[in-house]
């Protein structure tokens, strides 16, 4: 009998469990509720801008390797661009100081011993407290691990912690910042490396996808809500999709790469984050500075990290629950006035436009990461995904891609 695995949700959990089902040979059904693909993920021609942006900008790094993979199976690794090794440039709007960190290829950190690349202020005697990231007891947070305070905090483990989490770092989970430290500066400058889309998320990391699926025989159903599932003793036996029902075969198999709200309202009892962090992302089109980096971080004001795009500069402020209810205009004068001041450009407000996601991930403290399920449930044919699942990371594109592996290779052993 021939089986098919329906896959509810088309952002990248989604579409990384419908691109390893259907190299299986399984055939694939990907329902998506709204109009697009990729969820947080995607890029939209914007007609205040006149220009194709991101919905959010999203730094990938050289040691995502579920990502990465991700790209090469749909042939758009070549569409990440970045710096030829790991380095990230800082300017810190209090002190006006600019610097460069650089991480050297190797595991042992011989950068912190080199005061051109390691973090003016500091010493390498300062990094080893950094240790006691690397085990921390069950359920602490960050703040009950190292002390959230001096200069290595402020211009190294904030930032890093505060984008890879989307919260304050002292609240957020420690075991979560174990396994970014683990994964990043723990694992050398190879794993460093800071990489983003060149053309943007949808032409690098959507539209390929949906070519490699459309390729394999898979098929994508937009504006199609699953409105129920049918439970049976031990599986899933039909959806509900309002105007139609699919009853399931025997072998077929259903994966669930919704929001974790969406996946609670349609399992009952599952257990799902329910507190969640904002990201605010700002879009201006003007041309960037001569000389400006690709990446810039930012201490010392409402911009966390400036990207610099062909005719477009762009900004992301993670944690930016602060920001959601602030006029957009009011918004935008302060993001310019910082970005302004940071690059050198014009001070003059060039057109703009802000994009504020309220509930963009969940929030990564103790308590909320203790509530992620796994990808497995106690009906057979259903397994979960998405980057609110234990993935072991916090909710990274990284983590929505291995959430996707997972609940395939979930679904192909079931069936095995």
């Given at each position: 009998?021939?089986?098919?695995?329906?896959?509810?949700g088309?952002g990248?959990a989604?579409?990384?469990?419908a691109?390893?089902?259907?190299?299986?040979?399984?055939?694939?059904?990907?329902?998506?509720?709204?109009?697009?693909?990729?969820?947080?993920?995607?890029?939209?021609?914007?007609?205040t801008?006149?220009?194709?942006?991101?919905?959010?900008n999203?730094?990938?790094?050289?040691?995502?390797?579920?990502?990465?993979?991700?790209?090469r199976s749909?042939?758009?690794?070549d569409?990440?661009?970045?710096?030829?090794?790991?380095?990230?440039?800082?300017v810190?709007?209090?002190?006006?100081?600019?610097?460069?960190?650089?991480?050297?290829?190797?595991?042992l950190?011989s950068?912190?011993?080199d005061?051109?690349?390691?973090?003016?202020?500091t010493?390498?005697?300062?990094?080893?407290?950094?240790?006691?990231?690397?085990?921390?007891?069950?359920?602490?947070?960050?703040g009950?691990?190292?002390?959230?305070?001096?200069?290595l905090?402020?211009?190294l483990?904030?930032?890093?912690?505060?984008?890879?989490?989307?919260?304050?770092?002292p609240?957020?989970?420690?075991?979560?910042?174990?396994?970014?430290?683990?994964?990043?500066?723990g694992?050398g400058?190879?794993?460093?490396?800071?990489?983003?889309?060149?053309d943007?998320?949808g032409?690098t990391?959507?539209?390929?996808?949906?070519?490699?699926?459309?390729?394999?025989?898979?098929?994508?159903?937009?504006?199609?809500?699953?409105?129920a599932?049918?439970?049976?003793a031990?599986r899933?036996?039909?959806l509900?999709?309002g105007?139609e029902?699919?009853?399931l075969n025997?072998a077929?198999a259903?994966?669930?790469?919704v929001?974790?709200?969406?996946?609670?309202?349609?399992?009952?009892?599952?257990?799902?984050?329910?507190?969640?962090?904002?990201?605010?992302?700002?879009?201006?089109?003007?041309?960037?500075?001569?000389g400006?980096?690709?990446?810039?971080?930012?201490?010392?004001?409402?911009?966390?990290?400036?990207?610099a795009?062909?005719?477009?500069?762009?900004?992301t402020?993670?944690?930016?629950?602060?920001?959601?209810?602030?006029a957009?205009?009011?918004?935008a004068?302060?993001?310019?006035?910082?970005?302004?001041a940071?690059?050198?450009?014009?001070?003059?407000?060039?057109?703009?436009?802000?994009?504020?996601?309220?509930?963009a991930t969940?929030?990564a403290?103790?308590?909320q990461?203790a509530k992620?399920?796994?990808a497995?449930?106690?009906?057979?044919n259903?397994?979960?995904a998405?980057?609110w699942?234990?993935?072991?990371?916090p909710?990274?594109?990284?983590?929505?891609?291995?959430s996707?592996n997972?609940?395939?290779?979930?679904?192909?052993?079931?069936?095995?």
């Amino acid at each position: 009998m021939t089986r098919t695995v329906h896959i509810i949700g088309a952002g990248l959990a989604g579409l990384s469990a419908a691109l390893d089902l259907s190299a299986r040979g399984d055939r694939v059904i990907v329902h998506e509720a709204t109009v697009f693909v990729g969820g947080r993920c995607r890029s939209y021609r914007d007609a205040t801008l006149g220009m194709t942006i991101d919905n959010g900008n999203h730094l990938l790094l050289s040691g995502n390797h579920a990502a990465l993979a991700y790209l090469r199976s749909i042939g758009a690794e070549d569409r990440l661009i970045g710096p030829p090794s790991a380095e990230f440039a800082f300017v810190d709007l209090a002190s006006r100081e600019r610097w460069t960190l650089r991480f050297n290829d190797g595991r042992l950190p011989s950068w912190i011993f080199d005061r051109s690349s390691r973090v003016p202020g500091t010493h390498a005697l300062d990094y080893v407290a950094l240790a006691r990231l690397l085990w921390p007891r069950a359920g602490k947070s960050v703040g009950e691990v190292i002390t959230c305070d001096g200069v290595l905090y402020r211009r190294l483990v904030e930032p890093l912690l505060l984008a890879a989490l989307n919260i304050d770092p002292p609240h957020g989970s420690a075991r979560l910042a174990r396994a970014v430290v683990r994964e990043t500066l723990g694992a050398g400058g190879r794993a460093c490396r800071p990489l983003v889309a060149r053309d943007g998320l949808g032409p690098t990391m959507i539209e390929p996808a949906l070519d490699a699926l459309q390729r394999s025989g898979a098929v994508v159903r937009l504006e199609h809500q699953l409105r129920a599932l049918r439970f049976g003793a031990e599986r899933i036996e039909a959806l509900d999709f309002g105007s139609e029902t699919v009853a399931l075969n025997p072998a077929d198999a259903v994966i669930l790469a919704v929001p974790p709200y969406a996946a609670a309202a349609l399992v009952e009892g599952l257990s799902v984050p329910t507190e969640f962090r904002a990201i605010v992302n700002a879009h201006f089109a003007i041309d960037p500075a001569a000389g400006q980096p690709p990446i810039l971080g930012v201490l010392n004001g409402v911009v966390q990290w400036i990207f610099a795009f062909p005719g477009r500069v762009a900004v992301t402020i993670s944690a930016g629950d602060h920001y959601i209810d602030t006029a957009r205009d009011v918004l935008a004068k302060t993001i310019w006035s910082e970005v302004s001041a940071a690059t050198g450009l014009p001070d003059a407000l060039p057109r703009w436009q802000i994009v504020r996601e309220r509930r963009a991930t969940f929030a990564a403290t103790p308590a909320q990461d203790a509530k992620r399920p796994g990808a497995a449930t106690r009906w057979r044919n259903l397994a979960l995904a998405g980057d609110w699942t234990d993935t072991g990371l916090p909710a990274t594109i990284e983590s929505a891609i291995r959430s996707g592996n997972r609940a395939a290779a979930l679904i192909a052993r079931q069936s095995a």
